[in-house]
């Protein structure tokens, strides 16, 4: 369906998944999954192309994650999804912004940047019309969300990691 508050789609892109396209005719190609969603119900899918395998990198695998989702109604569509990842040695953040905007959006940073550079770049990357406004909340508490839930994860994957 394209959705961009789809919650397969958001999981692939924040562990840095790649789709395998096959068409009808011709080669496979390749895609990062954070271009496959393009809009709301709408996809880099030829006619006649199908999704045919999904790879994710080890190395995404081992980074520590953080997730934060909110919607209106209990099974209802997110108002805001966003995930993020970090390597524990480098002490990265990769940000993966889904749901509140009309096609995924993701944040690399090389290290994990202060409450002010993180709202910065949300602000670079998503002006203030480019969140998704429906009946499952308007731009303006969208925009909240993502703000308030990037600077938790942040926070969360800031912190030094617990040993088991």
Known sequence: MSLPAGAMISLVIALEGRFTLWP???APREVAAVDFVTGNHSNVLRAGEL??????????LLKRAAFRQASLTKLGRSAALLIGTSDPVRRDLLL???AATPRPVQLRFEEIPSAEA???MIDARIPADGYFADVHGNAAYKRHLTYHFADQIRAELARPRARA
């Open 24 to 26: 009808r005719d011709g």
């Open 118 to 120: 993180l709202r910065q």
């Open 96 to 98: 993966t912004i889904t």
């Open 51 to 60: 999704l045919r395998k999904i790879h994710l990198p080890a190395s995404a």
